[in-house]
């Protein structure tokens, strides 16, 4: 049996963050069943993140996704369309070990984001009772908060001028995991857009890449996902956390590639 110090909720993606492992992300944007959890540990993914962002994904299905990933070890996160912390509070009671938020701008919006994935006192999330990551199972309350809040993510997404300005702030939010960089609306604010291997989307990565050392945080990649070269390259600079693209490009591409073979 447990006591109150064992950790009782894993979070695979944090772990291998924290033994200075690269992780490989899925994104989900068109399959809403539990299949999806299942097709990305079998293609060795680390993690899937929902993309309520982009599509017209209901949350229900996104929390059934999450638990499939929980007892499978992928780590599921959910981009959230913003800073509702009403919206933030039900996807993580849905079965989330994190959010990814679009286009952070300040130091101010990542506070709010962290307000509420986590509990008093490191911040205002409220307490729902027997949690999905923990398969429903009662503790204690400050043992539920501590497993939940020790186990949960906050990726904060830079994607615009604003939001790279002020990485390093950002990245100086106590609860902030990951700075995650989205290089195609990034590209598009910079005035180079789709122009992935522009000197100034390099000069961009590299600033939030100098922002995490700096503050101990992760450096995501994003919108890289067609150039492998860049993201090796960004991994040799200090990035671990890839997002490698979404299922409805995987499986357009795969459906592409098979069609071809007939011509």
Do not use: W
Request: hydrophobic content about 45%; aromatic content about 4%; overall charge negative.
């Amino acid at each position: 049996m447990s006591d109150e110090t064992t950790p009782l909720l894993r979070n695979p993606v944090k772990e291998k963050l924290a033994r200075g492992e690269s992780v490989y992300s899925m994104t989900v944007r068109l399959v809403r069943t539990v299949d999806i959890a299942a097709i990305a540990h079998t293609a060795g993914f680390d993690s899937v993140y929902i993309d309520m962002e982009h599509s017209s994904f209901p949350l229900e299905a996104a929390g059934q996704i999450c638990m499939a990933c929980n007892h499978l070890g992928i780590t599921p996160l959910v981009r959230v369309p913003g800073l509702d912390p009403h919206l933030i509070a039900r996807v993580m009671d849905s079965g989330a070990m994190g959010i990814v938020v679009p286009s952070v701008q300040s130091a101010d919006e990542a506070r709010i984001a962290v307000n509420a994935v986590k509990h008093a006192p490191l911040g205002e999330r409220s307490l729902a009772g027997a949690a999905p990551q923990l398969h429903y199972r009662s503790f204690p309350p400050e043992q539920t908060k501590r497993e939940l809040d020790n186990a949960s993510m906050a990726v904060m997404q830079i994607e615009s001028l604003a939001g790279l300005e002020a990485s390093e702030a950002i990245a100086a939010v106590d609860g902030v995991d990951i700075l995650l960089v989205g290089a195609n609306d990034l590209s598009g604010a910079l005035g180079v857009a789709g122009q992935m291997d522009h000197p100034l989307v390099h000069e961009a990565y590299l600033r939030v890449i100098n922002a995490c050392r700096t503050h101990g945080k992760t450096v995501g990649i994003g919108g890289l996902g067609g150039r492998p070269d860049l993201i090796h390259q960004y991994l040799e600079h200090g990035a671990a956390y890839v997002s490698t693209g979404n299922d409805i490009s995987f499986l357009t591409a795969a459906a592409g590639q098979k069609r071809r073979q007939f011509a």
